[in-house]
């Protein structure tokens, strides 16, 4: 339970998760962020207008799967490092997961890294596809990782150092 | 005697912003700080912040930018290592500056000395490595220092979460992240962040005892029933070197008691805390308060009220233009919209409490 652990349900999670046939389509980012909190960059910040936050900046954020063409920008700018990006088309068996990284030392592309769940479970090692800073002046950085498919939306983040 | 017309006392966000504010808006300000440095806490702070006006800046980024501002306004003093001691009945303030005792007639005084963390009383707990989130902030950012090798962090608000994410930015291992409460207290993006690495955040527990032999080796927990008893059979042991302590923070109120502004026990502002009206004035005429003073919240809020109360007091001593005006009315507006969210319910239920007793004084 997200309130007791932090680790959001399945229930939830449902909310958030953009349908199959939008997935089918190419890269989207989601943003799993579940509490009012006074936040916007995600709204105010996507240069597609892709995610938008009502009048009062504690609602939650809407993202709408038409303007969005997962560029991934707004995965470095969240402050609360919820936005993640999945493109279920990247290749003919794999899908690619981008993450918001914030430890060093970070991985290399090319490098395996240990990949986690949720709740820091561990899933296994992947290919690290890319490493991107968020941008000048942004010390959080955008790791994105070859992953099966049925992986994809379980892969949130990879543990720091012992990369191979 | 040093003469001046607002006298800011503590150098943290708020006092910072009440400083720049009211300087920018023409009054003369004399800053005191009793530590070597200014920032406060946010100084200190590596985390991204929300809100709006500094969304997805880090906290010692906003504070470099503040303290830029500061030393570009005129009409600024700022006395470092500085601490204020007492306030008189004449309105005279003494502080200690280098080995003198240093007198200051202020026309308006804001005290902005923000707040202390909470201790907790548990067996062992005076057993070194016992320290609070606070403290291994300042190790960590301040100091160079790695608070530990694998930590257990008590309380999972804000800083329980965000402090534990550091330490493993620092390269601790934080063991669990416990909380007494049946819900985790902080933002939830802050949890799953945590989560995700691997640290199990564990809601209806507590610590029993601190044990080890000259210094922390491990930390026996106990789960809570509804009703906050530990469940006998619960114990768990963790072993650690260090136990954090987020159990919140007490307003350091102890100028505005002794200056003799009326106080308040408010438990949704942690504390005693002055009576304010909408203007950040105590009861004492000519002093105001910012930040945490006013009950313990966040830095986003605490400049928002710096630049109230900074903005209040300048106009009362004549500096009442429209720039004053706009300043007030921006800063209402930004303390209005960080607190509309439900993580602000406890923080508005004891400032609604705080202005019926002000009410009720006047009535
Ligand atoms: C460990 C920790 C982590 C936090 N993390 C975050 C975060 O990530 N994001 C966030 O928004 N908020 C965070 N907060 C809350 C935030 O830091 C505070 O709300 C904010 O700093 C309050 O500002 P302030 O100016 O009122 O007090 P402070 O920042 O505490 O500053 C008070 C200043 O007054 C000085 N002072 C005290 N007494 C005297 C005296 N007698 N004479 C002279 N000077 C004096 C002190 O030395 C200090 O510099 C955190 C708080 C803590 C304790
Ligand atoms: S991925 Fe790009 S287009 Fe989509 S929401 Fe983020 S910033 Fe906007
Ligand atoms: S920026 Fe991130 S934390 Fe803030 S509202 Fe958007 S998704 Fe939520």
Redo the contacts with the bound molecule.
Sequence with gaps: MLKQDGIPSKEELSRVLPSEQRLAQGPVVIAECFQRIPCDPCARRCPRGAFSIGEDINDLPRWDAELCDGCGDCIALCPGMAIFGVDMTYSKDQALVSLPFEFVPRPKPGQMALGLDRGGRELGWFEVADVKCGGEGNKTYVIALKAPRELAMELRQIKAGGYR | MRETEILV????????RAAITAAELGAEVLL????GW?????I??T?K???REYAGQR?FEICADLLAKLHNTAKIDIWLD????GIYEDGVVS?QKKDRLEKIKPQRMII????A?NFLAFAGNDLPGVI???A??TLMHMSGVVPAQRALMVGAG??GL??SYQMIQSGVEVAAVIEAAPQIGGYLVHASKLARTGVPIKTGYTIQEAYGEGKVEGARIMRLDETWRPIPGSEEDIACDAICL?VG?NP?A??CWQAGCQMELIRELSGHVPLTDENLQTTIEGIYV?????G????????A??KLAGANAAASLGYDTEQAQAARLAALAELGELRAGPMSARIKTGLDKLREKGAAKHA
């Excluded at chain 2, 500085?82 to 001691?85: D, G």
């Excluded at chain 2, 313990?296 to 400049?303: G, V």
């Design positions: 006392i503590g150098g943290g966000p708020a006092g910072i005191c700080e009793r530590d200014l920032g406060g806490q946010l200190k702070q985390g912040f929300f809100g906290g500085c601490p204020v001691l502080c902005a000395t923000g707040a963390e609070s989130a606070g291994a902030e804000n800083i965000t402090v987020a923070l350091l102890e100028l910012a930040g945490d003073i006013c313990p919240e966040e830095a986003t809020t605490a400049m009220e710096g």
